[in-house]
């Protein structure tokens, strides 16, 4: 088991940058690859980046690339989505969620609880 716990959210203006964080515990860390997903309002959950294990390949939804990295700190047990450029489509809960090599294409196995993340025109 794993347990992942968000932080970082909050309000920004369009244009502005937050740093969103994730704490892993209960298992080997370094072992599950790292996903960032968001649900708006209304909206059905979207992906928006994934890192490997090792932190030497990742990607993101389209809508995010060039804005946004993930990055990860195995010693700390820590994934990070950092944001740039936010716009107000950006709002949105966001998750991370981690995912074994065994565990099915596009599956992850746990997820946060989330953190709000507003932009505001």
């Known amino acids: 088991q794993v347990q992942l716990v968000e932080s970082g959210g909050g309000s920004v203006q369009a244009g502005g940058s937050l740093r969103l964080s994730c704490a892993a515990s209960?298992?080997?860390?370094?072992?599950?690859?790292m996903g960032w997903f968001r649900q708006a309002p209304g909206k059905e959950r979207e992906f928006v980046a994934v890192?490997?294990?090792?932190?030497?390949?990742?990607d993101y939804a389209d809508s995010v690339k060039g804005r946004f990295t993930i990055s990860r700190d195995n010693a700390k047990s820590m994934v990070y989505l950092q944001m740039n450029s936010l716009k107000p489509e950006d709002t949105a809960v966001y998750y991370c969620a981690a995912r074994t090599s065994q565990t099915p294409p596009g599956e992850y196995d746990y997820w946060g609880q989330g953190t709000q993340v507003t932009v505001s025109s």
């Open positions: 209960g298992r080997t860390f370094s072992r599950y690859a």
């Open positions: 890192i490997a294990w090792s932190g030497g390949s990742a």
